[in-house]
């Protein structure tokens, strides 16, 4: 069911970016106006693997963001 209902917003124009790990929510005059996504690649001893990918801004008019019970980001 997921992966349809994914399908069907993508055929609407959403951006979905599913498996990406959000860090933070982006405020602007008190309203939400993004994500910032983690870095990637990064190894237990804090150094940077060849996959090292930086995380990035992910900035929208609408931000719909669905971590679950445990995710890390809180919204204020």
Same mark, same amino acid.
Request: glycine share 14%.
């Given at each position: 069911?997921? #992966?349809? $209902?994914?399908?069907?917003? *993508?055929?609407?124009? #959403?951006?979905?970016?599913?498996?990406?790990?959000?860090?933070? !929510?982006?405020?602007?005059?008190?309203?939400?106006?993004?994500?910032?996504?983690? +870095?990637?690649?990064?190894?237990?001893?804090?150094?940077?693997? +060849?996959?090292?990918?930086?995380?990035?801004? $992910? $900035?929208?008019?609408?931000?719909? $963001?669905? *971590?679950? &019970?445990?995710?890390?980001?809180? &919204? !204020?």
């Amino acid at each position: 069911m997921a #992966v349809w $209902l994914g399908e069907q917003a *993508e055929e609407a124009g #959403v951006d979905v970016f599913p498996a990406t790990p959000a860090s933070e !929510v982006l405020y602007n005059d008190g309203k939400v106006i993004g994500v910032a996504t983690s +870095d990637m690649g990064i190894g237990k001893d804090g150094s940077m693997k +060849d996959e090292f990918a930086r995380g990035y801004a $992910l $900035l929208a008019k609408q931000t719909i $963001l669905a *971590e679950g &019970c445990r995710g890390s980001c809180r &919204c !204020v």
